[in-house]
């Protein structure tokens, strides 16, 4: 049995603080939390462009069928997008009730595609150059700029998103995921097969899993940056919402595994259920923010999406465009937002991704602009040179 042969069998098992001052400026009237889902995740399965031939031809494997009574189909949110199905009773709720908004062709215009580099340039918040502070965050420059806001990084660490001159507490959120087969029950399966003619094959396959399993679980692993894992975070979301609730209003928390190179899966699978673990914890922070939600903007992000293509190991690899989150009761919902073009060949960036029309720092400008009533000099200390884009978020 080739190794090629053996990957494609397997691939279907299933408080610290930063020093500084704050300037005075607006109070900020609501709370705000942005998710950074590190890693990359596959932004053509959540919002899948449904009016496109060519996504279905680029995906025999993992696309997500078009709307149908099945359950595991698409769920229509408009002519030409839809959502993934395992969202069908936590996010897609919130999008009837006009509290979440989709922006596609979104990111930023870095083109390393290195996890790292995309993901410190998106936290720093600046242009690209030699005369950036590394050391201060977009987050940070916020805070920096907020009268009596109370800012926490539910970070082990505090990342580089809310280093900088403002005071930013950090406290860690448990962890509590792990692998989908572990080392016994592999050793169960491999006993079931002892001294058949399958015996050799199944072992040797066990050790090719292992193998790469071990190389993919560094390169996700160091992608994630110690960042929690999707599975278990309801329990984590809703101790998210209840510290929030009672006393921060700008929060950061970041979310790891989503680097999916191999088997990861369409409707079922090892995408779908990160993404049904990230719905439930959204739905479930919701219910606990209680009336606080009406005042709550999330935002989700991540530093890049996938290749709008799948790869030979039924995954996608690093691509360019992705598609934000924003979420809340105070959202004006219920729509795909931002600059879009057809979904088709000609439309992709470098014959591979989604392109970038949304760029992350004008879209967030113009939701602090309407969210904290900033002015044009307090807007150019948290993104310099960055002309806010007005979505009509909130």
């Not at 098992?13 to 890693?39: D, E, N």
């Not at 150059?129 to 920096?144: E, I, P, V, W």
């Not at 448990?174 to 491999?190: E, V, W, Y």
């Amino acid at each position: 049995m080739h190794r090629r042969q053996l990957l494609k069998i397997f691939s279907a098992f299933p408080l610290s603080f930063s020093t500084g001052h704050l300037l005075s400026a607006p109070a900020s009237p609501g709370k705000l939390l942005l998710v950074f889902l590190r890693g990359g995740y596959d932004a053509a399965n959540l919002l899948v462009p449904v009016n496109s031939d060519f996504y279905y031809e680029s995906r025999p494997n993992i696309a997500i069928a078009r709307p149908s009574i099945d359950i595991n189909s698409a769920i229509s949110l408009s002519s030409d997008w839809a959502l993934h199905p395992v969202l069908r009773k936590t996010i897609y709720p919130l999008y009837m009730e006009k509290q979440a908004i989709f922006i596609p062709f979104a990111g930023t215009n870095d083109l390393s595609r290195s996890h790292f580099e995309t993901q410190d340039n998106i936290e720093l918040g600046q242009e690209n150059d030699m005369r950036r502070n590394l050391h201060s965050g977009f987050l940070n420059r916020l805070a920096a700029v907020l009268n009596g806001v109370a800012p926490m990084s539910f970070t082990d660490q505090l990342p580089l998103i809310f280093q900088g001159n403002a005071n930013v507490p950090n406290t860690a959120l448990r962890n509590i995921a792990k692998p989908a087969l572990d080392a016994r029950q592999a050793k169960i399966i491999s006993s079931m097969y002892k001294n058949t003619e399958f015996s050799r094959q199944i072992n040797e396959g066990f050790s090719v899993q292992d193998e790469v399993t071990q190389e993919i679980a560094k390169e996700m692993k160091a992608a994630s940056r110690n960042a929690i894992n999707a599975k278990g975070f309801e329990l984590d979301a809703r101790r998210v919402a209840r510290m929030m609730r009672e006393k921060y209003n700008l929060g950061f928390i970041d979310i790891g595994g989503w680097d999916t190179h191999i088997g990861q899966g369409g409707a079922t699978g090892y995408l779908a259920n990160r993404l049904d673990e990230l719905g439930r914890g959204f739905a479930a922070m919701a219910h606990e923010l209680g009336s606080d939600w009406r005042n709550t903007v999330v935002v989700v992000v991540s530093e890049f999406g996938r290749t709008f293509r799948e790869n030979g190991n039924h995954g996608t690899d690093h691509g360019h465009g992705t598609v934000f989150w924003v979420l809340g009761g105070s959202v004006r919902g219920g729509e795909v937002r931002g600059e879009q073009v057809q979904v088709n060949a000609k439309s992709l960036f470098q014959n591979r991704d989604y392109p970038v029309l949304n760029e992350y720092r004008a879209v967030l400008a113009g939701l602090f602009l309407k969210l904290y009533g900033l002015n044009s000099s307090q807007l150019n200390t948290i993104f310099p040179g960055v002309q806010p884009k007005q979505l009509d978020l909130i």
